[in-house]
């Protein structure tokens, strides 16, 4: 082996050596950045790892501290050594025996930026501040408004879902979603989508009648710490498309054609016995002068034969028509 390649091969050796010993075992991830609500609380997602093997929660020592100053201390089990603006406002979370060191900061203040940076001390092995991965807080003054999912168009008598949600960073006091129908029971979900960011979801579930039709639908979202944001949506309700808004005008055309068909078979067969008789011997125009006789005599017209006799004939023509 060259002294050149001996030299490569030390090296190497040494850099296995650096980073299983040194900078693998002290190691911590934590959040970068979140955006906070101020009043609310934040949940600071963060695990660290330490050489050797794992040791109970007793063994080790948790500090957070701002970046700049390593006295800066925002939480020590010892609250005497917690800077007064963050005296009572900071839990350890996590379990130290299971390499978690998630924080929460409580009563986030419009200041709370950071960055915070943890720092373990295990008296039998060493201190470590992991100052590479801090968390920078973003406090603003404002949630979010909620998001609403709906249909456009609801159906009179047809059971919709309605879903209200909105992100928070506080899971230990998560938001409480309210409706304007209150009447009906929502189901709400909070759940982890990482990176230190929660949502919580409402479902509600009812049944729309016409009369809900341009009502407005409120979605109302309380914070922990005071703070509110509100959603408001118009509905719209369709009515209901039922079978007799078909059945009831085709039973009405039918109901005549079946009546007029009747009439016409009735009519038909009087007049073929009126043709018939025309036709046996008196003629028509021999009858129609007898009838004019009559009524000269009588002197007033039989208005009442004369009417029927139309009425057949317009009738028989419209069967054969129809
Ligand atoms: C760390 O602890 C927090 C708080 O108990 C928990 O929500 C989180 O899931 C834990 N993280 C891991 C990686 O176990």
Request: aromatic share 10%; charged share 25%; glycine share 4%.
């Amino acid at each position: 082996m060259s002294a050149r390649k001996r030299l490569l091969f030390r090296w190497l050796c040494l850099q296995v050596i650096f980073s299983t010993v040194f900078s693998k075992d002290w190691e911590a991830e934590v959040e970068p950045k979140i955006k906070a609500l101020v009043k609310s609380c934040v949940v600071v997602p963060c695990t660290f790892n330490y050489p050797g093997t794992q040791l109970p929660d007793s063994r080790i020592r948790a500090i957070w501290h701002t970046q700049k100053k390593g006295d800066d201390i925002i939480y020590h089990e010892d609250r005497t050594k917690v800077l007064d603006s963050f005296k009572g406002r900071t839990t350890l979370l996590g379990r130290l025996g299971q390499k978690n060191c998630t924080l929460e900061i409580d009563g986030v203040r419009d200041h709370d930026n950071g960055p915070f940076c943890f720092r373990a001390e295990i008296p039998t092995l060493d201190k470590y501040s992991f100052t590479e991965s801090c968390v920078t807080i973003f406090p603003t003054e404002d949630p979010d408004k909620p998001n609403l999912e709906k249909k456009e168009f609801l159906e009179e008598g047809v059971s919709t879902s309605f879903k209200c949600s909105t992100r928070h960073t506080c899971p230990s006091h998560p938001p409480t979603i309210t409706w304007s129908f209150s009447n009906n029971e929502a189901i709400v979900n909070n759940r982890d989508i990482g990176h230190g960011i929660w949502e919580v979801e409402s479902f509600l579930t009812f049944t729309p009648s016409e009369k809900d039709t341009h009502t407005e639908l409120t979605c109302t979202i309380n914070f922990y710490g005071g703070k509110h944001s509100t959603i408001q949506t118009p509905l719209y309700v369709k009515r209901k498309e039922n079978i007799f808004h078909i059945i009831i005008p085709v039973a009405v055309v039918l109901g005549t054609a079946l009546l007029f068909g009747v009439m016409c078979f009735f009519m038909s067969r009087k007049y073929k016995q009126q043709i018939q008789e025309l036709q046996s011997g008196n003629g028509i125009w021999s009858r129609m002068s007898r009838m004019s006789q009559r009524n000269r005599q009588r002197n007033q017209p039989d208005l009442n034969m004369a009417n029927l006799w139309s009425w057949t004939a317009a009738l028989a023509f419209s069967c054969k028509m129809f």
